[in-house]
């Protein structure tokens, strides 16, 4: 499971250095295998390689004949790349996707119980101030989901 939020630093390679409760969380699961995609938020998601097959499964049921779910298709699959932990447990994240989720140095990652999110930091701090201001509506909108 990935819990809470770790500020780490991204180094002149690339090289995101992955919290010990994260690498905790991957052993569990049997991989060292993470796949980095492009959020929405213009930020990053990093899935296990089980929950990438398992949300995977999902987004091939779609029809390809409705244009959304080939969009989706490509958004989601067409910049994701495998990174696998090296011995110092980073993954390395290519350029056009620090480029596209603004990572440069200090980057913000948010665990969010199957996966978690890379985030700038300066984008974190804005998306944070947000959800502080708009807590009552999310609270109101998940309530409608029976949590």
Request: hydrophobic share 40%; net charge positive; charged share 25%.
């Amino acid at each position: 499971m990935f819990l809470s939020r770790y500020h780490h630093t991204i180094d002149a390679k690339g090289r995101l250095s992955i919290p010990g409760k994260y690498r905790d969380a991957l052993a569990q699961r049997a991989t060292e295998v993470l796949i980095v995609t492009k959020d929405q938020e213009q930020c990053l998601a990093i899935l296990p390689l089980d929950e990438w097959k398992r949300r995977a499964a999902k987004i091939q049921a779609i029809p390809d004949t409705a244009r959304v779910s080939k969009d989706y298709r490509r958004f989601f699959h067409g910049d994701a790349v495998d990174c696998t932990l090296d011995g110092q447990g980073r993954i390395l994240i290519p350029p056009e996707l620090r480029q596209y989720a603004g990572l440069d140095r200090d980057v913000m990652l948010v665990g969010l119980h199957d996966y978690f999110e890379a985030w700038s930091l300066v984008r974190w701090q804005a998306k944070s101030a947000q959800l502080a201001r708009d807590l009552d509506q999310i609270v109101g909108a998940v309530t409608g989901y029976g949590v």
